[in-house]
């Protein structure tokens, strides 16, 4: 469990075909607080490490997690956002995050307004409803507030602000219209919207 209050940029230092996907990926954490197994959020997917040494660790990711996510994110030389697990106690500042994605949308556009930076971004119709005005909604990881909300004929379009705060901790400093990103709705839309499937 996450909060998507982001506590490093890691990068990935190198991948690795082994079956799954072996991801190095270099950070600022002191790595002998991180036990062997411990989950760590990477751009909002929650990854277990299987290898540490000083200042990074080592992940796996699977063809499923590679084919459900924003591709791009796993090659070498990428920025993740990464968040250690919540613990009991921890302050919840964010949301709450599982590290599941639901799907990947494009950042259709990139406007500056006053200090801060509008994402208006694309996905796809599974999602639509899922995604509501003034709702939380995580993108690689980062917990935020949906502003607006458009459906669109082949799904939906929201847009979201980053402030200088979060964009300078985050991977979102640069960036730039039709990069992908991974999307986890807000985890009670998720349970509302599979009872109202089960009552249809």
Not at 111 to 134: F, M, Q, T
Request: proline share 2%; net charge negative.
């Amino acid at each position: 469990m996450f909060t998507g209050i982001i506590t490093d940029i890691g990068r990935v230092e190198t991948a690795e075909q082994k079956g799954d996907l072996r991801l190095r990926v270099g950070c600022g954490y002191d790595m002998a607080g991180v036990d062997l197994g411990a989950s760590i959020a990477c751009s909002g997917v929650c990854l277990t490490v299987v290898d540490k040494g000083d200042n990074w660790f080592a992940v796996d990711v699977s063809a499923e997690t590679v084919a459900r996510t924003a591709g791009d994110l796993w090659r070498e030389g990428s920025r993740l956002n990464l968040e250690r697990a919540l613990r009991l106690g921890d302050e919840l500042g964010g949301h709450i995050v599982t590290g599941h994605i639901d799907g990947v949308g494009e950042i259709e556009a990139v406007a500056e307004i006053g200090g801060s930076v509008r994402l208006a971004i694309v996905a796809g119709a599974d999602l639509a409803a899922y995604i509501a005005p003034k709702g939380s909604v995580a993108l690689d990881g980062v917990s935020l507030t949906v502003n607006e909300v458009e459906t669109i004929s082949d799904g939906v379009r929201f847009a979201v602000n980053i402030i200088p705060h979060t964009a300078a901790q985050t991977s979102f400093a640069a960036v730039e219209p039709g990069r992908r990103v991974n999307i986890e709705i807000d985890v009670l839309a998720r349970y509302i919207g599979r009872m109202m499937d089960m009552r249809r």
